[in-house]
């Protein structure tokens, strides 16, 4: 098993140690606690003759359901991802979907781009099996780049390699909220955005440890104990964490991690609560990125041949993806009265990432007088990329909720006033060359040139937003959703490089409404219009004055099923989505404010037990419209966007046995789409991937045995704008233990 350096391997080790002989203690207190409440007084025996009077049995429903808590099964009813209230999906005027902890866990997907491939609208393989980071577009749209959301406050991406990692064991649910959302959440793509919903302190106590074994070395421990510490259930805790040894599946290169996530809950009162959330994450990784050249891998050479598909173009000499990164703070709450309810979230995070890599993009020409020369497309012409980043991040999201009620009408008004700063130290590079590798007999470790950095510099990034959202009720039917948003945004670049210093500052105010009706039986149609923003970092060469932000927009019309007292949610979502504002160069390469691109598409989701035991979801979006409508370069003008297919479909099924062994199927399509239309002319050829799962529970125990891709079929996932295609994921086998007590 592979070691760190001593001393960081002996904290480490010491810091789990720790983290985990605290959950031992304060579980030891839980059970101690739980049986100080539980234990009843033994009552006198009667006396003979004497009629025997039996205790009262109170008969409960289940605990309502949260927007933000666990859910049972597959079928969440609530999310406060769409409103940042705790609302039922239903009355949401916008498409949600809520993957759960349990429908992922039965996919065996380790990743957030796993866990969303069953997901209406979502390309997860943008750059197919690239491990660092989950790649994923969003109604035609890049989701990565914005970033992604923890707890309702964002993980912002700055740009490059200093992005922020979520880990799926320490997830509650991963929620989507499609389309623009800018008003409730600040700058943000067109597309949409992923929430991911941290696990948090719980009454009940949850004592699991996990065992994963696969291909390629996986081993995993993992562990999550949660439960209350003092007898009143004021005080409770949550301890979780894994420790993974791994290798990526080609390369022989490490992919190892440590996360721990310590929180604790302070509820002095029914009306006030105090989460206190932190995690730490260590990964010391290779890169894993089965990119090839198009000419090659996607469409043949001119002399016919083709790239082996499980060539390694990388080089174990250069290739590393280190990420450090740790978080810390809280979710305040508290009620005031009937009517009014503060809230305040916080978190500091630091990162550390440090990516080096070597890439093939082409071949390497060794006879410049004969271009249909064999050895020509036999050598992988090389370069080298790379960065060392270190970010500090610090959100605050301060809310006044209003509950009013007046006859027939009610009102639930938000009112926040939220501020994220982001400091980023950046080194990267991109060029250089390493030594040309054999397509037929490759050998590794040649002299590597690193090239000068093409970025060298830092970069504070800061927003302040003031919003508002009435959710309007009439008589528990009709739904109208109005808000408001105005935003300012400043970034500030020291550039070593040539000594300069740029500051740009940006203003913008953003709208949203919608309208729904819930019907007795479950049926609830809807409008929306929505507005996003997103601040440019370019300045006009002819003002040298900064370029207005990017704008989205989007109409929605949709109509949500959820049959009353039944496991059962449907959705059918028609859209028309638009970008503008977007930066395009023109034919002298300069940048000019002018680029436009429209998606319009049709999405159905179906997330239902369909009888006991019998889960189904499905999901299927045909996107006829998703092109370029306006661009600085004539040429740009009516082609379609890469990575979009007209039509996707995805089903899974599982079902579960009465004598404890279930079983489950599913298959993923992704239809033909564009590459880049100039690198790489050929359509990427559509795709069906098969995933499978067997398992069985007995007492305390659940085994699963979980196969990703399970044909281990050989396929593209998109072709960029360099002239590269990216193969998908090969077949993933992982074997799970889970022991509760």
Not at 40 to 52: I, N
Not at 175 to 186: F, N, T
Not at 288 to 302: D, E, H, I, K, Q
Not at 349 to 361: F, M, N, S, T
């Amino acid at each position: 098993m592979r070691t760190l350096p001593p001393p960081r391997q002996r904290l480490l080790n010491a810091s789990l140690a720790a983290a985990f002989g605290t959950a031992a203690t304060l579980w030891s207190l839980s059970a101690s606690a739980q049986t100080t409440t539980q234990t009843p007084a033994q009552p006198a025996a009667p006396q003979q003759g004497a009629a025997v009077s039996l205790p009262p049995v109170t008969v409960s429903a289940d605990t309502e359901e949260s927007g933000t808590g666990h859910v049972n099964g597959y079928v969440a009813k609530r999310s406060a991802t769409g409103t940042k209230t705790d609302t039922p999906i239903i009355e949401t005027p916008q498409s949600i979907s809520v993957i759960t902890s349990d429908r992922y866990d039965a996919m065996g997907a380790k990743t957030v781009k796993d866990a969303l491939s069953y997901t209406p609208g979502v390309i997860p393989t943008r750059y197919g099996a690239d491990s660092r980071y989950d790649w994923i577009t969003l109604r035609g749209f890049d989701a990565y780049a914005p970033g992604f959301y923890l707890d309702g406050m964002p993980l912002r991406n700055n740009g490059n390699w200093g992005v922020w990692q979520t880990e799926n064991y320490g997830a509650e649910r991963i929620e989507l909220l499609r389309g623009p959302s800018s008003v409730l959440y600040g700058q943000s793509g067109p597309g949409g955005l992923v929430n991911v919903v941290s696990k948090r302190p719980t009454a009940d106590p949850v004592r699991e440890i996990q065992m994963q074994f696969g291909d390629y070395g996986r081993r995993q421990i993992a562990a999550d104990f949660s439960g209350a510490i003092d007898t009143e259930g004021k005080l409770l805790y949550r301890v979780t964490g894994l420790l993974r040894d791994a290798k990526l599946p080609v390369g022989n290169m490490p992919d190892d991690r440590t996360y721990i996530a310590p929180s604790f809950t302070w509820k002095p009162s029914s009306d006030t609560s105090f989460t206190l959330l932190s995690q730490f994450s260590r990964t010391r990784a290779g890169v894993y990125s089965r990119m090839n050249p198009a000419v090659g891998s996607l469409v043949p050479t001119p002399i016919g041949t083709y790239i082996p598909s499980s060539l390694f173009t990388s080089d174990p000499i250069n290739n590393r993806f280190n990420l450090d990164q740790s978080m810390i703070g809280y979710l305040f709450e508290h009620r005031i009265n009937d009517t009014f309810t503060v809230r305040q979230n916080a978190r500091y995070g630091q990162l550390k990432v440090d990516y080096a890599a070597v890439q093939g993009r082409a071949f390497q020409t060794i006879n410049p007088d004969n271009d249909n020369d064999p050895s020509n497309f036999a050598f992988i012409r090389r370069t080298i990329s790379g960065s060392r980043e270190k970010v500090k991040a610090f959100n605050l999201d301060n809310q006044l909720q209003a509950s009013l009620k007046s006859g027939d009408w009610q009102h639930k008004i938000l009112v926040g006033l939220d501020y994220q700063r982001n400091r980023i130290e950046q080194y990267s590079y991109t060029g250089g060359s390493a030594a040309p590798l054999s397509i037929f007999a490759p050998v590794y470790g040649g002299p590597i040139q690193f090239p000068d950095p093409w970025f060298n510099a830092t970069s504070t990034l800061s927003q302040t937003g003031l919003y508002i959202q009435d959710q309007i009720k009439w008589r528990d039917k009709w739904i109208l959703t109005l808000g408001g948003r105005y935003d300012r945004a400043t970034s500030n670049i020291d550039s070593r490089l040539d000594n300069t210093n740029t500051r740009i500052s940006e203003h913008k105010a953003t709208k949203r409404m919608g309208l729904t009706y819930v019907a007795d039986n479950g049926l609830a149609p809807y409008f929306s219009y929505a507005e996003s923003f997103a601040p440019t970092a370019t300045l006009n060469a002819d003002t040298k004055q900064p370029f207005k932000p990017e704008t989205g927009r989007q109409y929605e019309v949709g109509v949500r099923y959820q049959p009353p007292g039944r496991k059962e949610s449907y959705s059918a979502a028609v859209f028309d989505l638009r970008r503008s504002n977007y930066i395009t160069a023109d034919e002298n390469y300069k940048p000019r404010q002018t680029g436009e691109v429209v998606v319009r598409g049709l999405e159905l989701e179906a997330t239902a037990e369909v009888m006991p035991r019998l889960n189904i979801t499905g999901s299927y979006a045909y996107t006829p419209t998703a092109k370029i409508t306006a661009s600085s370069t004539p040429s740009e003008i009516g082609k379609p966007l890469t990575a979009v297919p007209r039509n996707t479909l995805a089903v899974w099924a599982d079902y579960r046995f009465t004598n404890g062994l279930k079983v489950g199927l599913g298959a993923r399509f992704i239809g033909a789409n564009h590459g880049d239309l100039n690198a790489a002319p050929a359509k990427v050829p559509s795709s069906t991937v098969f995933d499978a799962m067997i398992g069985y529970d007995y007492e305390r125990w659940s085994l699963a045995l979980n196969l990703r891709n399970l044909t281990n079929k050989t396929y593209f996932a998109n072709c960029d704008q360099y002239g590269s295609c990216y193969y998908g994921d090969p077949r993933r086998v992982t074997a799970t233990a889970t022991y509760r007590f």
